[in-house]
């Protein structure tokens, strides 16, 4: 018997192998073990997708009133709003990292309240969802993070007409979490890391990771401008080369990003430029034929006929890229610090602390705190605003002692 139009397809038991199954015009979509929480959210899902393809298959007008009829649930707000992040988090063709952080802020929402009337949001439904987050081991500052991106979800929803206003001006007098007063956890501020341990890692790492290294340290640009360097970013008419960023962190802003490279690091940078100037003068490609080059010369016994005569794959499973991004750079200087400890642990010394580029950048913001001044630390980090700078550079504490000298 035909199903009736507008019913919403059921949720039931494939027998012959107790897997649940929904019939979506006319066809059978498997959704994992019968009973299971998978198997429900992949059936909420598919119905949602299924109520916005038949709201699109309508005309026009008649898809407007669908959209602001007051009967529209979370997950079919959620549905249209990804049509919307995909066309907009986008920056030189290319997804930006806003858009996984939506996804990753708006996936409890579905699936805690994915069936509940999006107009019934209000700001206690936001607030359990906020404490599944606490429960969920998140630190404070990310949940703040999420529960902003939530909140800008439904003003998003608002401006569409799909919610009443009234919703979004409910969740904006849900404050964030405060610091000690909260179950959430918190995080460890991040802390310039010390020159020793810095230039005990170097010798431990591909040159290409030594001078990223390097460069941040001379330079105190962010991770992502340190591997994303090419020659033809950087103007050389002068004593001083300035490296301009085009695609940067603040650009939306219109603001632009110029870096000022001296004498010692643009000793770091003349190994690696060419003549091609847009390629990317740290690429991993190139790190890794040095590392084989370097065991093949260290290699003690013969090499075998048959490793001899093998040859490169064509199409590898996991090519390598031509260039770092911040996540192998990090995990290039992790493996370094493991190399180190593993030495030192030989010699009974004790190993060194874990530390990331980040803080690097921290290390010059303090640098230039003590000896040029604050306004210096902020020009040199590319900051609008010297405050932005004062969480990057550490109070500087020998001045506070000479000042307790003279005067406490």
Same mark, same amino acid.
């Given at each position: 018997?035909?199903?009736?139009?507008?019913?919403?397809?059921?949720?039931?038991? &494939?027998?012959?192998?107790?897997?649940?199954?929904?019939?979506?015009?006319?066809?059978?979509?498997?959704?994992?073990?019968?009973?299971?929480?998978?198997?429900?959210?992949?059936?909420?899902?598919?119905?949602?997708?299924?109520?916005?393809?038949?709201?699109?298959?309508?005309?026009?007008?008649?898809? *407007?009133?669908?959209?602001?009829?007051?009967?529209?649930?979370?997950?079919?707000?959620?549905?249209?709003?990804?049509?919307?992040?995909?066309?907009?988090?986008?920056?030189?063709?290319?997804?930006?990292?806003?858009?996984? +952080?939506?996804? !990753?802020?708006?996936?409890?929402?579905?699936?805690?309240?994915?069936?509940?009337?999006?107009?019934?949001?209000?700001?206690?439904?936001?607030?359990?969802?906020?404490? &599944?987050?606490?429960?969920?081991?998140?630190?404070?500052?990310?949940?703040?993070?999420?529960?902003?991106?939530?909140?800008?979800?439904?003003?998003?929803?608002?401006? +569409?007409?799909?919610?009443?206003?009234?919703?979004?001006?409910?969740?904006?007098?849900?404050?964030?979490?405060?610091?000690?007063?909260?179950?959430? $956890?918190?995080?460890?501020?991040?802390?310039?890391?010390?020159?020793?341990?810095?230039?005990? *890692?170097?010798?431990?790492?591909? $040159? @290409?990771?030594?001078?990223?290294? @390097?460069?941040? /340290?001379?330079?105190?640009? /962010?991770?992502?401008?340190?591997?994303?360097?090419?020659?033809?970013?950087? @103007?050389?008419?002068?004593?001083?080369?300035?490296?301009?960023?085009?695609?940067?962190?603040?650009?939306?802003?219109?603001?632009?990003?110029?870096?000022?490279?001296?004498?010692?690091?643009?000793? *770091?940078?003349?190994?690696?430029?060419?003549?091609?100037?847009?390629?990317?003068? !740290?690429?991993?490609?190139?790190?890794?034929?040095?590392?084989?080059?370097?065991?093949?010369?260290?290699?003690?016994?013969?090499?075998?006929?048959?490793?001899?005569? #093998?040859?490169?794959?064509?199409?590898?499973?996991?090519?390598?890229?031509? /260039?770092?991004?911040?996540?192998?750079?990090? #995990?290039?200087?992790?493996?370094?610090?493991?190399?180190?400890?593993?030495?030192?642990?030989?010699?009974?010394?004790?190993?060194?602390?874990?530390?990331?580029?980040?803080?690097?950048?921290?290390?010059?913001?303090?640098?230039?705190?003590?000896? !040029?001044?604050? +306004?210096?630390?902020?020009?040199?980090?590319?900051?609008?605003?010297?405050? *932005?700078?004062?969480?990057?550079?550490?109070?500087?504490?020998?001045?506070?002692?000479?000042?307790?000298?003279?005067?406490?």
């Amino acid at each position: 018997m035909p199903r009736k139009p507008g019913k919403v397809p059921s949720y039931c038991l &494939h027998k012959a192998s107790g897997r649940a199954v929904v019939r979506i015009n006319g066809r059978d979509c498997y959704l994992g073990p019968f009973g299971s929480p998978e198997s429900h959210a992949e059936y909420e899902r598919l119905v949602a997708e299924w109520r916005a393809r038949n709201a699109e298959s309508s005309s026009a007008n008649q898809r *407007v009133s669908q959209l602001a009829d007051p009967s529209l649930t979370i997950a079919q707000v959620l549905l249209e709003y990804r049509s919307f992040a995909r066309n907009y988090y986008v920056k030189n063709g290319s997804p930006t990292k806003e858009l996984d +952080e939506m996804r !990753f802020a708006l996936r409890p929402l579905r699936k805690l309240y994915g069936d509940t009337l999006a107009r019934d949001f209000g700001p206690l439904s936001l607030k359990a969802l906020r404490q &599944h987050l606490v429960d969920s081991d998140l630190s404070r500052g990310v949940i703040n993070n999420r529960v902003d991106r939530i909140k800008r979800f439904f003003r998003w929803a608002v401006s +569409e007409e799909l919610v009443p206003p009234s919703v979004y001006e409910g969740l904006k007098s849900v404050a964030g979490l405060k610091h000690g007063r909260t179950e959430a $956890r918190e995080t460890d501020p991040v802390k310039p890391v010390d020159d020793v341990y810095v230039d005990a *890692v170097i010798p431990h790492v591909a $040159r @290409q990771v030594a001078a990223m290294i @390097q460069l941040q /340290r001379l330079t105190g640009m /962010r991770p992502c401008e340190a591997v994303m360097i090419r020659a033809c970013d950087i @103007q050389m008419s002068s004593d001083v080369w300035i490296y301009e960023l085009q695609d940067h962190k603040t650009a939306w802003r219109g603001h632009r990003r110029q870096i000022a490279i001296g004498p010692k690091a643009q000793a *770091v940078l003349q190994p690696f430029l060419t003549l091609q100037t847009e390629a990317y003068l !740290f690429n991993p490609k190139d790190a890794e034929a040095e590392r084989n080059a370097k065991r093949r010369e260290n290699r003690k016994s013969p090499m075998t006929p048959s490793q001899a005569s #093998r040859t490169r794959k064509k199409k590898p499973k996991r090519e390598k890229r031509d /260039r770092y991004d911040v996540d192998s750079y990090r #995990r290039a200087i992790k493996y370094g610090i493991k190399k180190v400890n593993k030495l030192r642990s030989k010699e009974g010394l004790d190993p060194i602390p874990n530390w990331f580029p980040l803080q690097l950048r921290h290390s010059r913001a303090t640098e230039l705190n003590q000896t !040029f001044g604050i +306004e210096a630390a902020a020009v040199s980090l590319g900051h609008a605003h010297a405050d *932005v700078t004062k969480v990057y550079a550490e109070r500087n504490l020998k001045l506070a002692m000479q000042v307790a000298r003279k005067t406490g």
